[in-house]
């Protein structure tokens, strides 16, 4: 079975700082590959999509960028923080082609300060 | 654009009291409909899936939904909740396009169960 790894937990920036977070996915080759984000009060939002190395989609225009260097590594960057990136950040898996099930990642917290 | 709407963002019960949580869908094509429920801690997990057949799906824990098309609703339901189903519950609509898929969530619903 699938297992997401995601680091840190937890994370607290001040503005402008840039921003790193890494999602490894172990169990599973070639999966699609997402980033989401909570915020205080709303849903889970999609950020981004990837579905295969270098292959990066972004759902909604914002201050961050996503790269697969490998094909089970997926980060999210920024290169200035601001305080509206503060959420929660879910990275999660998918098979290609039909679906079998997300499986998530444990999440990090951002505060942006 | 696919969306989901959850009605209810924050909803107290008493333990045994019955639940129904809201969610409506907006996509014309044919839908694949989940429900997931985060526990305080935990990761996401799966509660139910609805793909075709039977409109009424049961998931783990006793919770079911129907699938009600002439609604675009997929409303999530158990007759007697539990103090250990206090959390975040999401619906949510699977988008396929090629070779991937999307999971689209709704705004979730906090549930607070009291003893």
């Known amino acids: 079975s699938q297992t997401i790894h995601q680091w840190p937990a937890t994370l607290v920036q001040p503005v402008g700082s840039p921003l790193s977070l890494e999602c490894t996915v172990e169990g599973t080759s070639n999966p699609n590959l997402y980033w989401y984000r909570q915020a205080a009060g709303r849903g889970l939002q999609l950020l981004f999509y990837s579905v295969g190395i270098g292959q990066i989609s972004s759902e909604v225009p914002q201050n961050l960028s996503a790269s697969r260097p490998q094909d089970r590594q997926f980060i999210l960057s920024s290169k200035k923080l601001l305080l509206s990136d503060s959420g929660f950040y879910l990275c999660a898996s998918s098979a290609q082609g039909i679906y079998d099930g997300y499986t998530f990642g444990s999440g990090t917290r951002l505060t942006v300060v | 654009a696919q969306s989901v709407s959850q009605h209810n963002h924050h909803v107290i019960l008493s333990e045994a009291a019955s639940l129904e949580l809201g969610c409506n869908y907006s996509?014309?094509?044919?839908?694949?409909l989940f429900w997931y429920v985060q526990y305080p801690g935990q990761h996401l997990q799966l509660l139910l899936k609805?793909?075709?057949?039977?409109?009424l799906v049961k998931g783990i824990k006793g919770f079911e939904a129907e699938f009600i098309k002439s609604k675009f609703s997929f409303n999530l339901r158990k007759p007697s909740v539990q103090w250990s189903d206090t959390a975040e519950y999401f619906c949510a609509v699977i988008l396929f396009s090629g070779g991937y898929n999307k999971l689209i969530f709704g705004a979730g619903t906090r549930l607070a169960v009291h003893p």
């Open positions: 609805y793909f075709s057949g039977d409109p």
């Open positions: 996509y014309g094509g044919t839908v694949n």
